[in-house]
């Protein structure tokens, strides 16, 4: 939750809303629908130009960086970060997921908002034990993505493991 509100801070240029599941609340016995508008918390004051830098990295990384192949043909431009949280301490060892048990194996995470230029969602997505972000976390994000911005449900993409007992050759600068 506190990645979700960082990334959508960042994504509104510093002003903070309070974060919300849900678009609107259901009444049982009327059927009246009720919106949960965005509620303004506070205002980080950030460097305008700073914060322009910060968001067209963040779309880069969905263009043409680490998460580019999990939103290839999206209907909006997104911003976005991958990342990789380690389990346990590798002690100088090289990462290999393949020898690794799966309860030890890194998690994934991704964090995202959209659309770039208006933002109205923002998310953050941990796959546990998953590797990579833009491998397992990403691919989630966008079926989220895609459900909430276009109503559009497609099939999940592929998720590519490395084959066990070759080396893990995965782009590892989340």
Known sequence: ??????????????????PHLVRT??????????????EPSHTIPLNPEHVAVIR?????????GTSARAFAGAAYVSGGKTGTAQVY?????????????????DHAWFIAYAPADK???????????????AQAAAPIARRVLDYYLTGVTAAPP?????????????????
């Open 1 to 18: 939750m506190q990645l979700a509100h960082a990334i959508a801070t960042v994504a509104n240029g510093g002003v903070a809303f309070r």
């Open 25 to 38: 609340v259901e009444s049982l016995r009327t059927g009246e629908k009720r919106l949960v508008a965005p």
């Open 56 to 64: 067209n990295a963040l779309v880069g990384v969905n263009k043409e």
């Open 89 to 105: 301490s590798l002690k100088g060892e090289k990462y290999e997921a393949h020898k690794v048990d799966e309860r030890l194996r």
């Open 119 to 133: 933002p109205t969602i923002a998310l953050a997505v941990l796959v546990e034990n998953g590797g990579f972000g």
């Open 158 to 174: 592929a998720v590519t493991a490395p084959a066990a007992g070759t080396p893990d050759t995965e782009d590892r600068s989340d």
